[in-house]
């Protein structure tokens, strides 16, 4: 069992910058591969950026070359380097792991979940 918590959301104008932390329990974090997913009012959750355990790295098109996801592993900690923040970026942020080698983006694919940070931007 992985029990996730999620830090470091607020609210910041656009243009700003935020990084997420989210702190895994358990002594096997290295075998998890990591997620930050988000989710908006309305809408689906939705994938942003995925770490594997090798360190291998995915983003989604609307965050590529502004967010930058990295790991700790002598912290068991993930973080999401949030720049350039735009308005449509606002939502509720969730870290996942999965016990699997590969990143991937579909939330079906992930074992467990953190409660949530809010991110607000504001324009």
């Known amino acids: 069992q992985v029990q996730l918590v999620e830090s470091g959301g607020g609210l910041v104008q656009a243009g700003g910058s935020l990084r997420l932390s989210c702190a895994a329990s358990?002594?096997?974090?290295?075998?998890?591969?990591m997620g930050w997913f988000r989710q908006a009012p309305g809408k689906e959750r939705e994938f942003v950026a995925a770490?594997?355990?090798?360190?291998?790295?995915l983003y989604s098109d609307p965050v590529k070359g502004r967010f930058t996801i990295s790991r700790d592993n002598a912290k068991n900690t993930v973080y999401l380097q949030m720049n350039s923040l735009k308005p449509e970026d606002t939502a509720v942020y969730y870290c996942a792991a999965r016990r699997a080698i590969a990143a991937v983006t579909t939330t079906e694919q992930y074992d467990y979940w953190g409660q949530g940070t809010q991110v607000t931007v504001s324009s």
């Open positions: 770490i594997s355990w090798g360190r291998t790295t």
């Open positions: 358990g002594r096997t974090f290295t075998s998890y591969t």
